[in-house]
């Protein structure tokens, strides 16, 4: 792959126009402000990211997630950007916007996870693969429909989805992505047929065309035709490592405003990152400060900092690997030893006493519940939409979403498109309704 293929203006659903208009922000800036501006995105406000949202303490909800993954995601393609611009001086590839899409990718990795953080997507997974929902199996599949892209539901995927898809009443092209940002979100760019089973695929049957499209004009190498698999874009491994370091790094804050991880604990998690030098500095700083908030926002920082200096370092290392398509795993898992234990024992301190926590834990059963019964009352209403309480259902839908569609396989995805663009708040007030725990007033 090459530098000045791979970076591209050109947008997805207007090839073949011509804008003569010149415009003050770049390309990518504008992909920036179109994600930022749209409805999908106010959103995210709304999802729960890991723990339980409202609350009296402020934690991270997917909004506040995404935004502090892109400003990371700048500074990695910044960093990048400006070494590329040095090791190829000659290159036409305009290396200086690698910040701006990288940022916009992270803005939109996470617009397709349905509400209920990471357990939504475990919901509509097992409500196809263990569920009522498993019953349809043979229509689908009688249809050639890919039974896969709902047994091993992914959010990532659906993210594309919603960027590309033209809903009905709505511009051909989705949201008019250029191709460069559309392919920095694709973190497994192959089909769910390859998932083995895990929730870990890029795109959607319906996508899948759409995407390869895209992956031919970037020059990204495919690697299989059939099941389609293509090697990574670059800037997918900035993106992942954005999402990955505010990811665990900003749980440990959270959890710790929360009463979940003790202030010893949290410094000696996040100190653990530095050599003894650098954590004696740490130390000398963290004494001018006496609110124990503060003194934990001051070393997520710093650990923040080291990460995507060290991240910027692997990339740049791994520069020919990425473009050949053979650099395998993250670049996490290719920091320097000392700090990639300090990020492992971060992680499995997260999943033992963070992510299984009693509040983290009510909420993914809630997820369940609410996601499962939501999925099965509308499956069932595009089962049988004559019938009178089905009508009152699929009337509740709005129109963009095409229940009426005349494959089954695109009418599971409607009803999947509806519930996984819903907010927490959303999805339980229906859940009510619905049910008759709640009614509206009259």
């Given at each position: ?165 033209k809903f009905r009443g709505r511009r051909e092209g989705g949201f008019v992505m250029t191709y460069s940002t559309l392919a920095s979100i694709v973190k497994y760019p192959y089909s769910s047929e390859l998932s083995g089973g895990k929730n870990k695929f890029g795109f959607f049957a319906s996508e899948e065309h759409d995407y ?231």
């Amino acid at each position: 792959m090459n530098w000045e293929q791979l970076l591209s203006v050109k947008r997805f659903g207007l090839e073949n126009y011509k804008n003569l208009k010149e415009h003050e922000r770049t390309e990518y800036q504008r992909d920036y402000d179109r994600l930022i501006f749209s409805s999908p995105f106010r959103r995210l406000q709304n999802k729960t990211q890991v723990f339980p949202l409202p609350g009296s303490v402020f934690v991270h909800n997917r909004l506040t997630h995404s935004l502090e993954v892109s400003s990371v995601g700048r500074s990695l393609g910044e960093n990048v950007g400006r070494e590329l611009r040095k090791r190829h001086q000659d290159s036409k590839a305009h290396f200086e916007e690698i910040g701006s899409i990288v940022s916009a990718a992270c803005l939109a990795h996470d617009l397709g996870n349905p509400p209920f953080g990471h357990s939504g997507e475990e919901a509509i997974s097992t409500f196809f693969l263990e569920g009522k929902g498993s019953s349809l199996r043979s229509l689908v599949e009688d249809e050639k429909g890919r039974w896969s892209d709902f047994t091993c539901f992914e959010g990532n995927a659906n993210s594309i989805r919603l960027l590309m898809h033209k809903f009905r009443g709505r511009r051909e092209g989705g949201f008019v992505m250029t191709y460069s940002t559309l392919a920095s979100i694709v973190k497994y760019p192959y089909s769910s047929e390859l998932s083995g089973g895990k929730n870990k695929f890029g795109f959607f049957a319906s996508e899948e065309h759409d995407y390869a499209q895209i992956a031919d004009s970037l020059g990204i190498i495919k690697l299989n035709s059939n099941p389609l698999k293509f090697a990574r874009y670059p800037l997918v491994y900035l993106v992942e490592a954005a999402d990955d370091i505010c990811y665990q790094i900003m749980d440990i804050e959270d959890a710790h405003k929360l009463n979940l991880v003790s202030t010893e604990k949290a410094k000696e998690l996040l100190l653990s990152f530095f050599d003894s030098e650098r954590r004696e500095k740490r130390l000398s700083n963290l004494s001018l400060v006496s609110d124990l908030n503060e003194q934990i926002a001051y070393l997520r920082a710093s650990v923040i900092g080291l990460l995507v200096a060290e991240c910027t370092k692997v990339f740049m290392e791994n520069e020919d690997l990425i473009l050949s398509g053979k650099f395998e795993g993250s670049l996490i898992k290719k920091l320097p030893e000392r700090v990639k234990n300090a990020y492992k024992t971060c992680s499995e301190f997260a999943f033992e006493k963070i992510y299984r926590s009693k509040d983290v834990l009510d909420v993914e059963l809630a997820g369940y519940r609410i996601i499962g019964f939501l999925l099965e009352t509308f499956t069932n209403a595009i089962l049988t939409p004559d019938h009178t309480y089905s009508k009152l259902l699929l009337d509740r839908i709005p129109e963009q979403y095409e229940t009426d569609s005349p494959s089954l396989y695109s009418k599971i995805q409607s009803v999947i498109d509806y519930i996984s663009g819903m907010t927490d708040v959303y999805a339980l007030d229906l859940y009510h309704k619905l049910t008759g725990i709640g009614l509206p007033i009259v």
